[in-house]
Nanobody, 126 residues
């Protein structure tokens, strides 16, 4: 299984950005997906998670309604739509996948994920 994340870049405060993550090498809809982020010198933190079906979603508190996770199984892709970006959102964002037995569970802990993308850098200027 390989995960390829993209969509990061340099934006101004208040702007929006959509991250994408494509899973290859296996059947995408067997996997629950998640997004994490990690700033230099800090631990990786959970941002958002989505179940295999897409019907169950969970967000970290810091998202505060600004981010939306979604998936498009026909394209083997999970998205993270980010709005109202702030300088404190500047960091590397990682997508992750775990082979889930059921279609409704999501996962919020780093250790629950089996596969990780390479990360995509988001920089928000003030």
């Amino acid at each position: 299984v390989q995960l390829q994340a993209s969509g990061g870049g340099l934006v101004q405060a208040g702007d929006s950005l959509r991250l994408s993550c494509v899973l290859s090498g296996s059947t995408f809809n067997n996997y629950a997906m998640g997004w994490f982020r990690q700033a230099p010198g800090k631990e990786r933190e959970f941002a958002a998670a989505i179940s295999r079906s897409g019907g169950s979603i969970f967000y970290a508190n810091f998202v505060k309604g600004r981010f939306t996770i979604s998936r498009e199984n026909a394209k083997n892709t999970v998205y993270l739509q980010m709005t109202s970006l702030q300088p404190e959102d500047t960091t590397v964002y990682y997508c992750a996948a775990t082979n889930a037995l059921d279609t409704t569970s999501y996962y919020i802990r780093e250790a629950q994920y089996d596969y990780w993308g390479q990360g995509t850098l988001v920089t928000v200027s003030s």
